[in-house]
């Protein structure tokens, strides 16, 4: 059965546009998979602990981060 993951889109992501240049699609991963070291960087997803909830797809309002069957 494939699995599904989140992916960041790094063309359409700008944490710059996010309040504070905190990602809120980082912000709203409840299990802390999608990270941003610093502010106004870019989120790193951590895909093989992803288990494809979808929160932080619903929550990116630049829809930079959709998820993937793998």
């Given at each position: 059965?494939?699995?599904?993951?989140?992916?960041?889109?790094?063309?359409?992501?700008?944490?710059?546009?996010?309040?504070?240049?905190?990602?809120?699609?980082a912000l709203a991963c409840?299990?802390?998979?999608?990270k941003q070291e610093a502010p106004y960087e870019a989120p790193m997803a951590d895909p093989s602990l992803c288990k494809g909830c979808g929160d932080?797809?619903?929550?990116?309002?630049l829809k930079a981060v959709e998820i993937v069957s793998m």
């Open positions: 059965m494939p699995s599904k993951i989140a992916l960041v889109d790094y063309k359409k992501c700008h944490p710059d546009t996010c309040e504070s240049g905190i990602c809120v699609a409840t299990r802390k998979l999608l932080c797809v619903r929550a990116c309002p």
